[in-house]
């Protein structure tokens, strides 16, 4: 209905989000954000910059919201190694709710309710020089519970090289969001291995290391990961789905038959009025 537009008649923008201190809060910090025990609309974290885990408008992707354990909007009932995997720093919770798992803090309280922060959870991008090969997604899930800090990877066909058996911490990388569409991710200066950026491995994204096109591993189940070297400076991630190239060709090819039947039409027209023109003599 157009809810986010000025001239909407049936809903106020303002009263449908409105824009709480907590929002605020959480906008000038950074950092993703899971709404724990909601009771506002989503679109209130993401209208405001926030990164908002369930994504725009409470439209998750299946693999997030299998990752999550099939219900994305309940982040109390799934475990807490699984949050800090997708890089959710921040949990707004009603008041009331008592985190479950260790290691989260009360940083923020108002009436709204009281947000934790979890300095344990992992970036939103991130080198790993180390990881798990998992041979189904049931055993992904298995090494997510299990934590510890490694991502780990559906191989079935063990095409992924070992992992090193001594391998330091991940090593955080810088992550410039270009648009909807586009994300670029500046490396960590010689760091090689698996870079892992916490957004989801949907269908249609692709990835290209300094401009050469590389593989999209699925990464803990949901998120996007490639194979980077030491001497690697920049992965940039677009999305390019088969369905909007399809698209852009039949609308092109719509265009071209349109101003072809134009021209013929004119063409037509001219040759009539010249007749009656010659026939007016």
Same mark, same amino acid.
């Not at 949050?83 to 919770?93: C, F």
């Given at each position: ?16 989000? *409105? ?7 959480? +906008? ?5 954000? /899971? *709404? ?38 309940? $982040? ?10 997708? +890089?959710?720093? @921040?949990?707004?919770? !009603? ?9 989260? &803090?009360?940083? @923020?309280?108002?009436?709204?309710? $009281?947000?934790?922060?979890?300095? /344990?959870?992992? *970036?939103?991008?991130?080198?790993? /020089? ?34 090193? !058996? ?17 994300? &670029? ?17 949907? *269908? ?28 690697? &400076?920049?992965? $940039? ?35 009539? !009025? ?8």
């Amino acid at each position: 209905y157009g809810i986010h537009f000025d001239y909407n008649p049936f809903a106020n923008p303002a009263a449908l989000y *409105p824009r709480l201190p907590a929002v605020d809060w959480l +906008a000038a910090r950074g950092g993703r954000c /899971a *709404p724990v025990g909601w009771q506002f609309p989503a679109n209130v974290l993401t209208l405001a910059g926030v990164q908002d885990a369930r994504l725009y408008d409470a439209v998750t992707a299946a693999p997030f919201a299998a990752y999550m354990g099939g219900k994305p909007d309940v $982040v109390e009932q799934a475990p807490t190694a699984r949050t800090r995997g997708a +890089a959710v720093r @921040y949990l707004w919770a !009603e008041r009331g709710w008592r985190p479950a798992g260790a290691g989260l &803090r009360p940083v @923020y309280e108002d009436r709204s309710g $009281v947000i934790y922060e979890d300095a /344990a959870a992992l *970036p939103r991008a991130y080198v790993a /020089a180390a990881w798990r090969v998992a041979a189904d997604a049931a055993a992904v899930r298995a090494a997510v519970d299990a934590g510890g800090g490694l991502p780990a990877v559906e191989d079935p066909r063990h095409g992924l090289p070992p992992a090193p !058996e001594t391998a330091g911490p991940p090593v955080a990388a810088e992550v410039r969001q270009v648009s909807d569409c586009e994300c &670029r991710v500046h490396l960590p200066g010689g760091t090689a291995g698996l870079l892992v950026l916490n957004d989801i491995a949907y *269908p249609g994204w692709t990835a290209a290391v300094d401009g050469r096109p590389a593989e999209i591993l699925q990464v803990n189940g949901a998120f996007r990961g490639v194979r980077v070297g030491a001497e690697d &400076r920049e992965v $940039v991630f677009e999305y390019r789905p088969r369905s909007f190239r399809w698209g852009a060709r039949l609308s092109l090819l719509g265009l071209a038959l349109a101003a072809a039947a134009g021209t013929g039409l004119r063409g037509k027209g001219s040759a009539v !009025e010249t007749t009656r023109r010659f026939g007016d003599l």
